[in-house]
């Protein structure tokens, strides 16, 4: 059963923006995702998954990579079991599978393992 549903990928021109979006939509998390914090990670071609970005569980907390910082803005809304990743001014080295993930506590660290993930989505960006 698939657990967390990434969409909004694409290609874009550098300096352009997408909105990607993680939907829930298994009974996985029915009554319970706000109690998960959020995260997404990315990965590009050749290299590690690297984190990018999580959120608590009602939105009150946030942290970010260094490199996505004052860019992308992290976002959530628990009636509709969504989470999002809003992403400004892109950049080439932006070019990545976007992944989302749940785990059951809040945690900025960047190695900090996750319950569940989604298939990824891809994010293309041209120079």
């Known amino acids: 059963q698939v657990q967390l549903v990434e969409s909004g990928g694409g290609l874009v021109q550098a300096g352009g923006s997408l909105r990607l979006s993680c939907r829930a939509p298994?009974?996985?998390?029915?009554?319970?995702?706000?109690?998960?914090?959020m995260g997404w990670f990315r990965q590009a071609p050749g290299k590690e998954r690297e984190f990018v970005a999580t959120?608590?569980?009602?939105?009150?907390?946030?942290y970010y990579t260094d490199s996505v910082k004052g860019r992308f803005t992290i976002s959530r809304d628990n009636i509709k079991k969504t989470a999002y990743l809003q992403m400004n001014s892109l950049k080439p080295e932006d070019t990545a599978v976007y992944y989302c993930?749940?785990?059951?506590?809040?945690?900025?660290?960047?190695?900090?393992?996750?319950?569940?993930w989604g298939q990824g989505t891809q994010v293309t960006v041209s120079s």
């Open positions: 959120i608590s569980y009602v939105g009150r907390s946030t």
């Open positions: 993930a749940a785990r059951g506590t809040y945690d900025t660290s960047p190695n900090a393992e996750y319950d569940y």
């Open positions: 298994g009974r996985t998390f029915s009554s319970t995702f706000s109690s998960y914090a």
